[in-house]
């Protein structure tokens, strides 16, 4: 790609003692320790500024030219991490203000909406960037499908994403109990409701009778800490939505990022 | 088994080309960053997220819907018992979706958008799609109260958000239904499991002969039970029969 990399038909509007002072802070040691590299305006020092940062370090030095194409690959997989990371910030400002607490959630979101300053934006993105994730992570899935991406040698990162897939729902799911409304109580009722009719295991599904599972010892009772959804289900919930499946989706993104960094975006072969 | 290729093998084929990353990648990644904080910032202004009511044990609303990703297999409930709809299902569709690269190996067709060499694997799993998202659409847009069918224009005339007219009674279910018994239900699920894993190896011997016999097993048997999930939703709705097979401890 790029040959011609010095470019000296450069028009500057940088007056020039705005320039010396540039290049002097530029020259300082401090400047030099944290900017190593200098500004990449060579092919190895390009290599170099991605090589020796780590934040820039989760990209390649190189990319397949055919998978940067926006046609391709959609940037789903792109988005759907952007918008992990919107959430990550904007649900650790949100449990500034919210106790999940049976008689303070609800009025705590009344506060989001009514009193707390910016409150009701910080929700509103929290709430449609979750949407937004479920639906991208599903459009990620699509395009992976459509283009064979999944074959050799990315069999496991397809199985590593379907589990990504799963707690992307589940993360969603637990959030939507925390408003403490009637939508949230009575989705969340409908869908444990559901675990209760597991085979064997939970206390309205086939064969369990012959267990000895009953309504308090099902696996609903253990997703939900008490026969219907109360202030046990409400901390479950929370913990979960904030703490545990958080932290099993970013141990799972470790392992996806680090197979996609290896094996390179897929091309044709 | 298809040979693995590592990083270093796929960087050295003839047709990937690679291109630094600084800065082309780096601002197409940047600039998606800005596109979607604006996108999910604007959205956010112009449209509060949905808050109804304090929660409430004896104010059960009608209906009562799950999330919109789950809501799928809250319309499946029509169809099947909770048990089906609610736990078999997804878990079979997860199981699918982890078993596809490892039942999908022929590694000829990859990195590109391929319709003519993948005819079978495309259809399948677009029509996968849509069945999701076709209940999806259904249980979200079109259950009313208890969980009928309200057509868009029919049913609200006004254009409102009441379900109904003020003074219109409710819909009640107009289905008659009823069962198979026992001995035709277990006859025809195991003639149409017999003939779909049978007929397929015969009309089409090479890839049968392709995949062996536990991939095509794999393939056939989720094909079948997708086959299997619409077969029952017609049966329901063209001949009104509620279960195929009625044992003691569960119903199908």
């Not at chain 1, 290049?23 to 200098?38: A, L």
């Not at chain 1, 009575?186 to 599972?213: H, Q, R």
Request: charged share 15%; glycine share 8%.
């Amino acid at each position: 790609m790029s040959t011609n990399l010095n470019n000296n038909n450069e028009v500057s509007f940088v007056p020039p003692f705005l320039k010396k002072i540039f290049e002097y802070i530029k020259s300082t040691p401090v400047w030099k320790s944290i900017f190593r590299v200098g500004y990449p305006d060579t092919m190895p020092k390009r290599m170099a500024v991605m090589r020796s940062s780590f934040y820039m370090h989760i990209f390649p030095t190189k990319v397949g030219v055919h998978g940067m194409k926006i046609k391709y690959g959609w940037c789903m997989g792109g988005i759907t991490f952007f918008l992990f990371l919107l959430l990550t910030i904007t649900g650790i400002l949100l449990m500034f203000y919210y106790v999940p607490e049976e008689h303070r959630a609800y009025n705590d979101m009344k506060d989001l909406r009514y009193v707390v300053p910016f409150g009701v934006i910080l929700r509103n993105m929290h709430r449609w960037g979750a949407h937004g994730m479920v639906f991208t992570v599903i459009l990620h899935m699509i395009r992976v499908f459509y283009t064979g991406s999944y074959k050799p040698p990315r069999q496991f990162n397809w199985t590593v994403g379907v589990l990504l897939l799963l707690i992307t729902l589940m993360l969603s799911f637990t959030g939507y109990l925390l408003p403490w409304d009637q939508l949230g109580f009575w989705a969340v009722t409908v869908g444990t409701n559901m675990a209760s009719a597991t085979p064997l295991l939970g206390y309205e599904g086939p064969f369990s009778k012959y267990l000895g599972i009953q309504i308090d010892n099902d696996i609903r009772f253990a997703l939900i800490g008490g026969t219907r959804i109360g202030p046990n289900a409400l901390v479950r919930a929370y913990v979960w939505h904030c703490v545990g499946l958080p932290l099993i989706a970013t141990a799972l993104m470790i392992f996806h990022f680090w197979r996609i960094r290896k094996d390179g975006f897929s091309g044709p072969m | 088994m298809a040979e693995t290729k590592t990083d270093a093998m796929i960087s050295t084929q003839p047709g990937y080309d690679r291109m630094a990353s600084w800065p082309y990648f780096i601002w197409v990644v940047l600039l998606c960053m800005f596109f979607i904080t604006i996108l999910i910032w604007t959205v956010s202004m112009f449209f509060n997220a949905p808050l109804e009511e304090a929660a409430e044990w004896a104010k059960t609303p009608n209906p009562a819907k799950a999330p919109w990703y789950f809501i799928g297999l809250q319309e499946l409930l029509v169809y099947f018992d909770p048990w089906i709809a609610g736990v078999i299902i997804p878990n079979q569709i997860l199981i699918g979706l982890i078993l596809i690269p490892y039942v999908d190996t022929a590694p000829e067709v990859q990195g590109c958008y391929n319709y003519s060499r993948r005819k079978f694997q495309f259809v399948f799993f677009s029509f996968g799609i849509f069945l999701w998202f076709f209940l999806i659409i259904t249980g979200q847009l079109l259950r009313g109260p208890s969980w009928e069918i309200y057509w868009p224009i029919i049913d609200y005339p006004l254009g409102g958000h009441e379900w109904t007219y003020p003074n219109q009674i409710l819909k009640a279910s107009q289905a008659k239904l009823h069962n198979l018994s026992l001995p035709v239900g277990i006859t025809i699920s195991v003639i149409g499991f017999i003939v779909g894993m049978t007929l397929p190896a015969i009309m089409f011997k090479k890839y049968f002969k392709e995949l062996g016999i536990i991939k095509y097993s794999l393939v056939m048997t989720h094909v079948l039970l997708t086959l299997g999930v619409v077969g029952k939703i017609l049966l329901r709705l063209v001949f009104g029969i509620k279960y195929v097979i009625v044992t003691p401890w569960f119903n199908i």
